[in-house]
């Protein structure tokens, strides 16, 4: 039972290089038909993590097992994973019909059937019109298009992507993204997702693996992960956070005159922390009509974003904070304006105030 | 990647390749000219008769078939040790590069005579008196520019992407190399065996040095004797290399039309 219900398990996965951890005992289960995404700093092993799955790279010491069978010995050739890389990675001497039919042709497909499957996926990633093309008449983000069919054409066990979009334009990067999330749905392709761009990894993902030197520091939706963070390191990494000094009395902070009990009191505790502060979870206003605890504090900017928009203003002891309000409430709020700073979470995450 | 086209504005390529034009076709149009005059048969007289010449010398077709065949050794031993070697410098020998480098510099700096008497007493006595031996000098003799072509055109392409992303799809080593390094390193290998081919054929010093005749020891020999018949042999020798360069690169390019459309 217990078999099935993974798709992709790493145990206790160790790679170094020349003496440098990069991968550090990492455990991993992916489910069928997931997706998650593996989200870090740069540098904390997510393409070595992937291109072990892949078979390109080995492990010092732990397994992977796809579907329950250890593939750990298995050369990247017999894996039936599908990849696509960070560069560019289409055969320049083939079309783009001839590189989504490759991993077929090399599976004995024969010719007719395997060009109907290329075109096929082709059709899928929207860029049917352009099978008689040669990668260097194409754009960055057609080939990775391209890379991604000839992936998904062998239907692999799972698909890795290496941040396959990191080459990108940003207007491109988002539909993309969306696109690669409505394929592996209506395929129901187990996927792995390498990213250091939280926005994409929360985006997209069933979950989100945040990593930290060569472990996962906390797996989980992307709702868990914003709302519940395990640690500072993922509450700070995921999402925009203020990060504002405070005063800590072994149970709540206090800061911007208010207080908030600590959820995280682990960091047992100088009294002087930084506490970590959603935006949203600031709020911002002309100071007459509320008599709460609040700060005084000037304001610095406003931007528009659509139906919020992020306020930044610098509190009467010099911190800069920055606030998402609703654009409706932020009409009256101008550049140079004394305003009211409330703290509107009941509970926050600390850290040391050296951090 | 591979289909480096030159991007000049046709205005700028038009004066190019005129100037080209006339700075290759103006000399030889008057050697030309020169190479058909018949003295003999009066002032203003022209034809065959010194091409008739050089081609009746008994010598002729033997030292032509020589030098073809060691400048196709040479050309072997480019596709077989070079080749390789550069594609395994780009996959994993990143390190050994500089060293490399240094190398193939070497022919350029140590004076060909040097070369020659150094070369000679180290090789085996059974290679010294071969004179397929001259192959591998004329290899040598090429390297600074065969390797530089090679190297510079495959660091180009992003080899070892491509040939994991070949492996993930499921191709076994010989598929990768076969259907994906292969292909993709075809323009800079044939440019290498080009210059390696037109090095070989020129070759003077080093084969006169050694005591070995070929095509052009043998042309500096009998022009002594004929001075428009050595004009003549000249202009032969030099439309001769460009007409085999030509079907050379003519046949590359048929192979390449086949190997796409073959699907
Ligand atoms: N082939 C290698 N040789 C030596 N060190 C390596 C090699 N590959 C990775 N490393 C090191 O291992 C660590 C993890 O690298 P990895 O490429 O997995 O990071 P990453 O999370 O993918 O980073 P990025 O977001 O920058 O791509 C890094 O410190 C890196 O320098
Ligand atoms: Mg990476």
């Known amino acids: 039972m217990k078999k099935k219900s993974t798709a992709l398990r790493l145990r206790g996965v160790t790679k170094s290089f020349a003496g ?27 393409t070595t993590a992937l291109r072990i799955v892949a078979g390109l790279e080995k492990a010092d010491s732990g397994k992977v097992l796809v579907r329950g069978e250890d593939i750990t010995e298995l050369p990247a050739h017999k894996r039936h994973m599908g990849m696509v890389f960070q560069q560019y990675s289409l055969f320049p001497n083939l079309t783009a019909e001839e590189n989504a039919a490759f991993g077929l042709r090399m599976q004995g497909v024969g010719g007719a059937e395997r060009k109907a499957r290329a075109l096929e996926l ?22 990775q298009r391209v890379a991604l069919a000839r992936a998904l054409a062998v239907e692999p066990e799972v698909l890795l992507l290496d941040e396959p979009l990191s080459a990108l334009d940003a207007k491109v990067r988002t539909s993309l993204r969306e696109e690669i999330r409505r394929l592996q749905l209506e395929l129901g392709t187990t996927t792995i997702f390498v990213t250091h761009d939280q926005e994409e990894a929360m985006a997209i993902s069933d979950r989100v693996a945040v990593m930290s030197r060569g472990k996962i520091e906390q797996i989980d939706t992307p709702d868990v992960l914003y709302s519940n963070p395990a640690s500072s390191f993922v509450a700070s990494f995921v999402g925009n956070m203020n990060r504002i000094p405070a005063q800590f009395d072994g ?26 502060v959603r935006p949203e979870n600031i709020r911002l206003f002309k100071p007459a009509h509320n008599a709460k605890a609040v700060a005084d504090a000037t304001v610095l900017n406003r931007s528009f974003l659509g139906p919020v928009s992020q306020v930044t203003a610098r509190t009467a002891d010099g911190h800069v904070v920055s606030a998402l309000l609703p654009t409706a409430d932020t009409g009256d709020l101008h550049a140079g304006d004394a305003v009211a700073v409330e703290l509107l979470a009941k509970q926050i995450m600390i850290e040391g105030s050296n951090a | 990647m591979k289909r480096l086209g030159f991007k000049l504005p046709s205005a700028g390529l038009f004066i190019a390749v005129l100037l080209a034009g006339v700075f290759v076709l103006l000399p030889l149009g008057s ?100 004179q397929y031996s001259l192959s591998f000098f004329y290899f040598v003799l090429a390297l600074p520019y065969t390797y530089r072509t090679l190297d510079i055109g495959i660091r180009a392409i992003p080899l070892k992407t491509l040939s994991e992303a070949a492996r993930s799809l499921g191709a076994s080593q010989i598929k990768v190399i076969a259907l994906v390094l292969a292909p993709v390193v075809r323009g800079a290998v044939i440019a290498s065996v080009f210059l390696t081919i037109a090095l070989s054929l020129g070759e003077f010093t080093l084969t006169s040095l050694l005591h070995w005749q070929t095509f052009t020891t043998w042309v500096t020999v009998i022009s002594q004797s004929n001075i428009l018949g050595a004009i003549a042999l000249s202009v032969f020798t030099i439309v001769a290399a460009f007409a085999l360069l030509l079907v050379v690169g003519l ?11 073959e699907e």
């Open chain 1, 251 to 276: 149970k709540h902070a206090h800061l911007l005159g208010g207080k908030a009990k600590v959820s995280n009191t682990d960091s047992a505790a100088p009294t002087s922390v930084v506490a970590l």
């Open chain 2, 251 to 261: 046949v590359s390019i048929r192979t390449k039309r086949r190997q796409v459309t």
């Open chain 1, 20 to 46: 440098l951890t990069a991968l550090d005992s990492l455990d991993l289960d992916v489910k069928p038909g997931e997706l998650v995404a593996l989200l870090g700093p740069s540098g904390c092993g997510k």
């Open chain 2, 31 to 130: 050697a030309s000219e020169y190479s058909f005059r018949t003295p003999a048969l009066g002032p203003g007289t022209y034809g065959w008769d010194n091409y008739a010449w050089f081609v009746s010398q008994p010598d002729f077709g033997t030292f032509i078939t020589l030098s073809l065949l060691l400048a196709a050794v040479a050309a072997g031993i480019t596709l077989l040790v070079l080749v390789p070697t550069v594609v395994w410098l780009n996959l994993r020998g990143q390190k050994l590069r500089p060293l490399m480098e240094f190398l193939t510099l070497l022919p350029l700096v140590i004076p060909v005579v040097a070369l020659a008497i150094g070369a000679q007493t180290s090789l085996p006595v059974e290679l010294q008196s071969n």
């Open chain 1, 122 to 143: 082709l059709d899928l990633v929207g860029l049917s019109a352009l099978a008689k093309r040669y990668p260097h008449e194409m754009s960055g983000g057609q080939q």
